[in-house]
Every structure is written in C-alpha cells, then in structure tokens.
C-alpha cells in the first residue's frame, strides 16, 4: 500500500499487488468523492533494469501530478488483467481458479460449439480447464494470428493485452473499453509503443498543430469539410525526416505546387504532403529508409505565406487511393486516423 497526498491536500491511495507467475496488478483508489471529477487518469511507466514502478495519478486525485516511486524485488510481468482476473503467463490468459476471461476468438467459439458448449460459447467466461483446452499452446488463441505483438483475428485484436497498451488505450480516451481482451483491430494498431517512432522534423514546428487552423479535424470550407492532416509549419527547404523504418511506395504532385511522399511502414502508412518536387539523393519508390532518414524537403504553396509539412496517416486496412472526394466530412481513404497523440509522444529524430 503507497498512500500519497498531492498538493492540493487531496488523498490518494494506490496498491501494487505482485505475485510471482500471475502478473502485476495496479489498483487505484481515490478518497476524494466528486462526481464532476470522476475521471483519472493513471499512467504507468515501466523501468525494467531498475525494477521501478512510477505511478503518477491526477484527475480526481488532484490538479497537480504526483509521483510515487515502488521499489519490486523482481521485473514485472507485462499483462494487465481487470480484477477479479489475473495473468497467467503460462496459459497466457486472464484467469481466476475457476474462470477464464474473454471474449474469446470466433475461432475458440466455433470450436466451443463443436464441443456442445451451447449459448456459454457467446460468453465471456468460460470454465478454466474449457478454456485453456480451447485456446490453444501457440502465441496468440485459436484462431488468431500474431502481429506485431498483437492478436489479430478479421477486425478485432485479442489480448490480454501490455500495460503499455492499456495506457495508450486510456490516453485515446478508449474508456472502459481498455479493461477488455478484444478491442478493434485498427484501435489496438494505435496503442503500439511509440518510441519506435521519432517527430518528422529535426526541432518542433514553428506553430502548435493541435490548434485550429493546423489541427487534425479543423474546418475547411465553412466546415463542408474537415482537416484530414496535423500541419507542422516550417520554411520551405527544411528537412523533412522519416519517422521510422519503411518503404516509399508513392511520390506525386499534390497541392498548390507542391508534392507529397508515400510511406508505408508496415502497420500503417504516411503521407508527407506540401513537400519539394526535389527529393534527397536516394529517395524513390520502392527506397527502403530508415528512422530519421531524411527523405523530403518541405515544398512553397503557391499563393500562402506559411509553408509546412501536411502530415497524413492511415491505418492501413483499405486499398484504393489516398484521396477519395466522396467520402466526407475528410474526403480521405476509411482508414485515416488522426495523428496527433502520436506527434506529441515522438522525440525529435538525433
């Protein structure tokens, strides 16, 4: 038990249960009782050398940040189950003595049927030994297929799934959604760690891309339609530097005089947009580059004083042209995804 007090006299109190084989388990309790301030927001960050837990609560616990540091005697197991669920990482699921925790794939539920499990398959909890038998030995359930760390199965992802996941999910306001084991697929791809990523530009952009005009959603023509990018305003010839390992697959003229970059990086792709039709040496499609590489160099917009980095990504999942005028309000591709959170938690490239 960790008792903390912020500034504002407000208590907070936090547990840390961990036992050996089954997992950490992270309870939060607030003694303030507001509720207009019921949200918290609780953040978990991991240091395994050091065998740290660092645990800073705010929301209802208080205005400002406090920080509590836990010493462990052992690294931490990596999975979050919600109690009264804990992770075995033997079975890799969410288990009580009894209970197994779902949902389970559609795979584990055909299966289920064929074994005269009846209306229980569309359940949430199975018998543990059913369950265990069901799921399978491999890396990910039956039925679903490793990626990336995460098990994807059609549209859905399935978990359990890392602290780091369920963080990412709370800090993209994912709610309660965030304690379950199945999440959608293109949301679970968003919850990637994203230290494998660095900010497309050396230093920060000249202006904050999370405020109107610049901002992902921002109106366009009178709001008949929305921003579909974050712009990071720059002069014109600054460098413009890949965010991660990837391959170029587009490079064309885009707008005002400008051109944009395609990159695909596996999970999901970029467009640099508002960029130089001059390239550095070795970029092309079908270049393979590398984090922090510099790949483009930002472009003049014919007729606007400010010029920048229009910057576009997408989920991934849908074919077909970036571009589409007919679906609105983004007149983008279905698998846009906004990128801001992502640009604010990215390091500037060394």
């Known amino acids: 038990m960790v008792n903390t007090r912020p500034l504002n006299g407000v208590a907070c109190r936090a547990r840390v249960h961990l036992s050996k084989g089954v997992g950490l388990n992270l309870e939060i309790d607030s003694l303030y009782q507001d509720e207009k301030r019921q949200k918290q927001e609780v953040w978990l960050m991991r240091h395994f050398r050091g065998i740290l837990v660092l645990l800073l609560l705010s929301g209802s616990c208080g205005d400002q940040q406090n920080q509590v540091a836990v010493p462990l005697t052992q690294p931490l197991a990596t999975y979050s189950c919600p109690s009264p669920f804990r992770y075995n990482s033997n079975t890799q699921l969410c288990e009580t003595s009894s209970e197994a925790l779902g949902p389970f794939t559609r795979a584990m539920m055909r299966k289920c049927q064929d074994n005269g499990g009846g209306e229980g398959c569309s359940k949430d909890r199975w018998d543990l030994e059913f369950a265990r038998n069901l799921r399978g030995s491999g890396d990910c359930p039956y039925g679903a297929t490793a990626k990336d760390g995460l098990c994807i199965e059609g549209a859905q992802a399935y978990g359990p799934f890392t602290l780091e996941h369920v963080i990412a999910c709370r800090t993209k306001s994912g709610g309660l959604a965030c304690n379950s084991t199945r999440w959608e697929r293109d949301f679970a791809f968003q919850t990637l760690p994203r230290d494998a990523f660095t900010f497309p530009l050396s230093g920060p952009a000249l202006a904050n891309y999370t405020e109107e005009p610049r901002n992902f959603g921002s109106c366009r023509d009178n709001c008949t339609r929305r921003h579909a990018a974050a712009d990071l305003y720059a002069q014109t010839g600054t460098l413009v530097r890949s965010i991660g ?103 500037y490239p060394k």
């Open 245 to 347: 390992a990837g391959e170029v697959i587009d490079f064309y003229e885009f707008y005002l005089g400008t051109y944009a970059l395609v990159v695909d990086y596996g999970d999901f792709i970029v467009r640099y947009g508002e960029i130089t039709e001059e390239l550095p040496q070795g970029i092309r499609v079908g270049a393979q580059v590398k984090q922090g590489q510099a790949i483009a160099y930002v472009g003049r917009l014919i007729g606007l004083s400010q010029d920048m980095v229009h910057f576009e990504r997408f989920a991934g999942w849908e074919q077909g042209p970036l571009t589409n005028r007919e679906n609105y309000p983004y007149q983008r591709r279905k698998d846009l995804v906004d990128p801001t959170l992502d640009l604010i938690a990215w390091k």
